[in-house]
């Protein structure tokens, strides 16, 4: 065998521990104790048949070994070892006492038990029993009890009242019951997307959208001798006239007249409004408005870090928990995975589908360790090299990719920048100006889609590519759905960085000038709403590409693989839920909409109906078009591993949008901070007008004075805790092999209780005794 084999029978001896312990090893470290317990039972001497239990006579031994152990402790490390061990067992608390005690609490719950009152009455009775040790708390500690209990039931009531009312319910429990808890966690994923997307859309409606439709702005005149100012080149830049195009296209293009709305980043103001309360006795008030654009975008990014970090945390925590109990994971999906709150049939049906699936996929993994296990030397030296074969083609699929992005943009702009230098009878648009002739104008709407196309074909086509060769990698399941995942973000993100860097390239080459003055219609003259449609056009793009791949395209294979006795057209009709794919359509999703909010502020508003339209596209995916996969994907693992890749999605998308705000030259012609060198001279230039008081303390909190005894402090809270946890996991150790005690001495009083049942019948039997009831009156007699 391999040293593999060798270290998975070391881990599993380790993981094993204290449960190959059986009867056998008690019955030969306690030879001959039948007489002695038959005669501590006939005197009904409970102290001496404490000391009989294995929990007792192992505290017993340790103390001996202990002692034994001092002397010659540094002879071997096999002795330190057992002497730690030994230290550990006699830390277990006695589990022989207050046995009293927990007999006259069973014996009363037995009694409410049999009282022939409804059910209601014997929880309440049974609830005043297990809270009446409570009760002798007195004064100031009994009230905080009772606020906790009253906060404890007002909790749940709560928790159970926003389960009935949460969103989607009823279809994830169809899909849970087909598929399977794994994919029911992406649709949950999607609907966490939604609400966080619903949240930031809250916030630019409050603090952008409604200040800039209700305030009045002040209008201000141009002054000849000062054309290059910002107040010239906005007026110029807002009284050009638009496109000739048709509606259709300005919307879809975000040109035109759409250009001008609150969708975009150029038609926000530089202004501070002034604006008046007669209820507050005409008190004056201000709204700064680039004050309130750059800290909107700061909100829900802090915002949505927060989100992510703590559903993360709260992933792999679950996912811990599940990892301590795999030896017990078949016992509680068997006995413990039951809903009893089921009252009809087809509930019942779900439910019992999706416990299927789930023991299903554990099984799944089992099979593929023991085939990892069964490998030979040969067949893994093969398993690597084709793995590394595997992944030259797939780091070669990645750069043809980025290449054929950077030739469809370069085309398509050199395609639609002749077309404008063609057209002499045009209109503006940024940057691209349609002619009447309607040929001409479908020719430039594909140029305009066609960097934009080129990345959703590869986004559908490669994907696809990636799961067919993973096949021959032979990972498990988890690994599978971890190695896809990372090669489709890879995909995904390097065509987001072809394509900005492009973007970048041709605001630089281009350049910005001032409106008033500009007759190249080439230039861009407000680059961060040009940037904004491009982001309008691709989150457009994608979920239209989605629409039909769903509809058109898997809705008529589905309907062929159902239909057809053919086992090629079988074999190209059947579709699997491919759940890393899916996955990343949604994160990729997201990180455009982080991307370009700072352009185009109405994006979270557009993402968040994107998400509930595509939830149900999703849905029809799901249950109509796919069947269900072969690899049963795990909730716990799933949950973690999306909210891992949609962070490092939310850091890349973060990046460019940092660059733009600190290094780039905005517009002079729209925006909030035209005139400005950078977006952040604004809030450098907001900060200066602070108090002085204010700002010597964030100067103090950024110099070493403060931040070298807040890292000390910080290191010294971060061991504290990092003691504490390993005092709790050296508890709960201590804990389970106490619970390992405990079943041991059941088991030798459950074997000792047989023998001497068996002992007194022969005796019974030799004496002619009636029955062993009466002999055990006499007994109890004897002993009062």
Not at 2 to 7: F, L, T
Not at 381 to 390: A, E, P, S, V, Y
Not at 697 to 722: D, E, G, K, N, R
Not at 741 to 754: I, P, T, V
Request: positive net charge.
């Amino acid at each position: 065998m391999s040293g593999g084999n060798s270290k998975n029978k070391a881990k599993s001896k380790r993981h094993e521990g204290w449960e190959e312990a059986g009867g056998e090893f008690y019955q030969e470290l306690y030879p001959g104790g039948e007489q002695e317990l038959f005669d501590n039972l006939q005197r009904a001497d409970a102290a001496k048949l404490a000391t009989l239990l294995p929990s007792k006579q192992a505290r017993n031994t340790t103390t001996v070994k202990r002692a034994r152990s001092q002397t010659d402790r540094r002879q071997s490390t096999f002795a330190r070892t057992m002497q730690s061990r030994d230290i550990h067992l006699s830390m277990l608390p006695d589990l022989s006492e207050n046995l009293s005690n927990e007999e006259r609490s069973w014996e009363e719950i037995m009694q409410i038990k049999a009282l022939p009152v409804p059910m209601s009455q014997k929880i309440e009775l049974k609830a005043r029993l297990q809270n009446a040790t409570k009760l002798r708390l007195q004064g100031f500690e009994q009230l905080h009890w009772r606020q906790r209990k009253v906060w404890h039931r007002f909790r749940i009531g709560c928790t159970e009242t926003f389960s009935k009312l949460e969103l989607w319910q009823t279809p994830m429990r169809e899909i849970e019951g087909k598929f399977g808890t794994g994919v029911v966690s992406y649709f949950l994923f999607l609907r966490w997307l939604f609400l966080l997307n619903l949240t930031i859309s809250i916030l630019v409606i409050v603090f952008l959208i409604l200040p800039k439709t209700l305030l009045n702005e002040r209008v201000y005149e141009c002054d000849e001798t000062e054309a290059n100012s910002t107040v010239c080149c906005s007026i110029a830049y807002f009284e050009k006239n638009t496109t000739n195009s048709n509606i259709f296209l300005d919307v879809i293009q975000g040109t035109g007249w759409m250009e001008r709305t609150i969708l975009f980043y150029g038609v926000y103001t530089d202004q501070i409004y002034t604006y008046y309360v007669n209820s507050l006795y005409h008190t004056k008030l201000f709204y700064n408005m680039p004050m309130a654009y750059i800290l909107v975008p700061i909100s829900w990014t802090l915002l949505s870090l927060i989100a992510i970090v703590k559903t993360a945390a709260r992933g792999f925590k679950q996912k811990l928990i599940e990892s301590e109990g795999q030896f017990y994971k078949y016992c509680n999906l068997v006995f413990g995975g039951w809903d009893f709150c089921i009252h009809n049939d087809r509930s019942a049906r779900i439910k019992h589908q999706a416990l299927y699936n789930e023991i299903k996929g554990c099984i799944e993994e089992e099979r593929f360790k023991e085939e990892k296990q069964s490998r030979s030397r040969e067949s893994q030296i093969l398993m690597h090299l084709k793995r590394l074969f595997i992944n030259l083609i797939v780091f070669v699929i990645l750069i043809a990719s980025g290449f054929l992005i950077y030739v469809a943009f370069n085309f398509s702009t050199e395609r639609l920048n002749e077309s404008i230098g063609s057209n002499e009878n045009r209109t503006r648009t940024m940057p691209i100006v349609y002619s009447t002739m309607s040929f001409n104008q479908l020719e430039n709407v594909l140029m305009e889609f066609l960097p934009f196309i080129c990345i959703v074909v590869l986004n559908l086509i490669i994907p696809e590519i990636f799961s067919y060769m993973i096949r021959y990698e032979g990972y498990m399941p988890p690994h599978v759905i971890i190695i896809t995942l990372l090669r489709t973000v890879l995909l995904r993100l390097s065509s987001l960085g072809v394509l900005l860097s492009q973007i970048y390239l041709y605001i630089s080459t281009n350049g910005i000038v001032c409106a008033k003055h500009n007759t190249d219609t080439t230039k861009l003259e407000c680059w961060e709403t040009y940037v904004g449609q491009q982001f309008y056009k691709l989150i457009l793009t994608d979920f239209a590409v989605q629409f039909v791949t769903t509809f058109l395209i898997n809705l008529p294979r589905a309907f062929m693989a159902r239909h057809t006795r053919s086992r090629c057209l079988k074999i190209f009709g059947e579709q699997e839920f491919y759940l890393p794919k899916h996955v990343l359509d949604i994160v990729y999703v997201q990180t455009i909409i982080w991307m370009g909010s700072f352009f185009c502020p109405f994006l979270p508003i557009i993402g968040s109906m994107f998400y509930f339209m595509i939830f149900y596209i999703k849905k029809f995916t799901c249950l109509v078009n796919c069947t269900p996969s072969p690899v049963v994907y795990k909730a716990s693992k799933s949950k973690s591993l999306f909210m891992s890749v949609l962070l490092l999605g939310f850091v890349i998308s973060i990046l460019p949008v940092a660059y733009s705000v600190a290094e780039i030259l905005p517009s002079i012609n729209c925006g909030p901070y035209r005139g400005y060198a950078t977006v952040w001279e604004f809030v450098i230039q907001t900060f200066n007008n602070f108090p002085s008081v204010i700002r010597e303390v964030i100067f103090l909190l950024s110099t070493a004075t403060f931040a070298v005894p807040a890292f000390a402090v910080t290191l010294f809270f971060l061991y504290y805790y990092w003691a504490v946890a390993t005092a709790n996991r050296h508890m709960v150790a201590v804990l389970k092999n106490q619970l390992v005690l405990e079943g041991h001495d059941k088991q030798f009083l459950l074997n000792r209780l047989s023998a001497f049942i068996r002992q007194h019948q022969k005796r019974c039997d030799r004496r002619n005794r009636p029955s062993f009831a009466d002999d055990d009156s006499s007994i109890r007699q004897s002993s009062r």
